[in-house]
């Protein structure tokens, strides 16, 4: 078999022995920029620039990849897999900045750029990955891998091309590979038009209310930002809350009026299934799983989610499936006991009705508030945004990993609210650049993220400048930013995924930082939240904006004990929707096939979802399949992969018990995790990184107790 290709090859060579000559960019995106770290100028780049970037970019790297085919010499490491590795770099530069603005600080020119360049550039990574020449040299090298005397890093990224191009389809007959390509256009359109649909339903919905009576319980800034909202929506006199991206909606538990509140939850829950039919999802997403599971069986696999987790830590669906399925019982036990619960709350209120989702975490809040007498407005008081960030998440990095950080205004950036940082290494030397912008406003998708304008590799000598991104509701000009212990999470969350991407220390970027599995990139993130409560951090950054009174430890332990509190709705949701996404990854062609108009969808949804065991009725999936980005629009793909973040938080739980059994926030042990983990990128087994670091295979019981669920009443059978 393997001399075809072979001869090929050879002919190959001398009809293409001179390679086109390469195409030289113009522009800004043409070269790296001269600023610091190469950190983007974004006073340089303007809106026009982008297509003709896009397009020079994909022709310079068709070209360079012409030229690895039509070189005369016998494949090599070098001149074939690193030739290859470095191919495109122009067309990196621009999809950076583009991703980052089009996520962060959208517009109406660069939505349309998006939906313009998506299809194109699907095909452009299609026909370099499918090259059946290209594939040749590859497999040959692949082929001699033993005989090369490679390192671990090197033998890494030439198993990870390889078992990509494979994986795109490389080993499949030219009409199955055309099918292939013609099917990665389609899906890579439906999923831009999918994000793009999700979030005009999200955006253009408010709920609009009459009077203030009806938003009683609202503080006097949200009724006012409510006003100002329907004015700005068209409704001038009434009242306008906006829905954010999950099911349920931050200002529910606060609604005193339970119309209002089930009109709310109902707004959220059915806004994109065909209450408008403008924003109606259903359609859309039915031909992506179809078109998936067509996808999959092309490859002979039985439907998208094996396909899908080829390279992922946990491998196989029935792994993944496994792991979510041993919860199921000890949740749904959890879930039946607190709607009793809650229901009793109701009756003791004056209330004549049983718990609904949109009275959940109003009465949950009530219960936790009488239980650990917790009040978030109080709490939030000692938590202002840049102490946060400087006194506690740069803090426990400077104890942990000896880093220390510089606010920097000389860099121009996408926007004014964005923060700057030069980050230190232990030894004095510069280790990368951070960039943290936290606010919520218009032109931004909902959620939190991390990513890279540069890319740490050795083969460019190029050092990591990265950012983040978060959703904090701003303070009104001239009051103090201070934010929820939620936010505060999710700050030290993100800042986890930025030392993943600091600590990067590998040759080539496409195995650098957090370059990792799906169910593995959120481990790191997750674990640096520990550090959120560690007594030692909390001394140093929650302190009270008014009297600069430290946090006390007794008000700590009531917000740690009462995250544990009302577990069956915050962990019920996540696994709802991580099971979920496994159901419309599961399906075979023809049952995906069968699933082809609105109500189709709608049934498979509640047959999915009551299938579970869990008690959807009372709390449904974080979100819903009409509006779940994660895994119908993300282009980091989170499809067949929700579960990710349950099997990260298994990694996570059992990482903080180590960190905990060990001495906590030292630097041993930050240099032990730094060395092990965080600066490994994507180039060895994690299964293998996890037992480095921990001495042993990852253990879900920790992730159970912090859940409330293992042992006691709430335990349920293996």
Do not use: C
């Amino acid at each position: 078999m393997a001399a075809a290709p072979q001869a090929a090859l050879a002919e190959d060579a001398h009809a293409h022995h001179h390679a086109p000559a390469i195409p030289q960019g113009t522009g800004y995106f043409a070269s790296d920029s001269t600023l610091p770290f190469l950190a983007p100028d974004f006073t340089k780049i303007s809106e026009d620039d982008y297509i003709p970037a896009f397009e020079q970019g994909m022709a310079i790297e068709k070209a360079e990849v012409a030229a690895i085919i039509a070189n005369p010499e016998k494949a090599t490491f070098a001149n074939t897999i690193v030739a290859l590795e470095k191919a495109g770099r122009m067309l990196g530069r621009v999809e950076r900045v583009f991703y980052a603005l089009t996520g962060a600080n959208t517009t109406d020119r660069l939505d349309a750029i998006d939906t313009e360049i998506s299809p194109k550039l699907s095909a452009h990574n299609d026909s370099i990955t499918l090259d059946p020449a290209l594939f040749a040299r590859v497999k040959a090298v692949y082929d001699a891998r033993a005989s090369l005397g490679l390192t671990l890093e090197q033998g890494r990224l030439l198993e990870e091309t390889y078992k990509r191009m494979v994986h795109a389809g490389a080993l499949l007959t030219p009409a199955q590979r055309e099918e292939v390509k013609a099917i990665n256009g389609e899906l890579s359109t439906l999923a831009t038009e999918f994000g793009q649909k999700v979030r005009a339903a999200t955006n253009a919905q408010p709920l609009i209310v009459d009077t203030a009576a009806e938003l009683a319980g609202l503080s006097e800034a949200d009724i006012k930002a409510a006003a100002d909202l329907a004015a700005a929506k068209g409704h001038p006199g009434k009242f306008a809350i906006a829905l954010q991206n999950t099911t349920q909606q931050p200002l529910l538990p606060s609604l005193e009026n339970r119309a209002t509140r089930e009109a709310l939850f109902k707004l959220s829950y059915g806004r994109a299934d065909g209450a408008n039919p403008e924003h109606d999802t259903r359609v859309l997403l039915a031909k992506i799983a179809t078109l998936r599971a067509k996808k999959a069986a092309l490859f002979g696999e039985p439907d998208w989610a094996s396909y899908t987790m080829y390279d992922r830590m946990a491998k196989k669906p029935a792994t993944a499936l496994g792991f979510m399925e041993q919860m199921v019982p000890a949740l749904a036990a959890t879930q039946r006991r607190e709607a009793a619960m809650l229901t009793q709350a109701i009756k003791a209120d004056g209330g004549d009705y049983t718990v609904q989702p949109w009275d959940w975490y109003r009465y949950a809040n009530r219960i936790k508030a009488t239980r650990y007498d917790l009040d978030e407005d109080a709490v939030a008081q000692y938590f202002q945004l840049d102490k946060v960030l400087e006194d506690g998440v740069f803090y426990a990095a400077g104890k942990l990993y000896g880093l220390s950080f510089k606010r920097r205004t000389d860099l121009p950036v996408y926007h004014p609210d964005v923060w700057v940082y030069t980050v230190f290494d232990a030894d004095g030397s510069e280790l990368g650049l951070f960039y943290f912008d936290p606010f919520q406003r218009p032109s931004k998708r909902g959620g939190a993220w991390m990513s890279n304008f540069v890319d740490q590799s050795e083969t460019w000598g190029t050092k990591p400048v990265i950012y983040n991104v978060l959703n904090i509701p701003k303070a009104a000009p001239g009051e103090v930013q201070l934010v929820s212990f939620d936010d505060v999470g999710t700050t030290f969350h993100e800042f986890g995924h930025a030392l993943h991407g600091l600590f990067a220390s590998q040759q080539f970027e496409s195995l650098s930082g957090t370059a990792t599995a799906r169910d593995f990139v959120e481990y790191p993130s997750q674990v640096n939240e520990m550090w959120a409560t560690d007594p030692q951090v909390l001394q140093n950054y929650a302190k009270h904006y008014k009297t600069g009174e430290t946090i006390p430890m007794a008000l700590v332990e009531k917000i740690e004990a009462a995250s544990k509190f009302n577990q069956g709705y915050d962990f019920g949701e996540t696994v709802a929707a991580a099971l979920l996404d496994m159901k419309w990854a599961a399906l075979t062609p023809e049952a995906a096939a069968a699933i082809d108009t609105p109500e189709e969808v709608d049934a498979f949804e509640t047959r999915a979802l009551k299938e579970l065991g869990l008690e959807v009725d009372l709390v449904p999936p974080r979100y819903r399949s009409t509006y779940f980005n994660h895994i119908f629009s993300d282009p980091a793909g989170y499809s067949a992969g929700y579960y990710s973040y349950l099997w990260t938080e298994m990694l996570d739980r059992d990482s903080r018990k180590w960190f905990r059994d060990n001495g906590g926030l030292t630097r041993a042990n930050g240099d032990h995790y730094r060395k092990t983990v965080l600066s490994r990128g994507g180039t060895m087994d994690y299964f293998e990184m996890f037992q480095n670091f921990a001495g042993r295979q990852p253990d879900v019981q920790p992730m159970l107790e912090a859940r409330g669920l293992a042992g006691g009443e709430s335990s349920g059978g293996e």
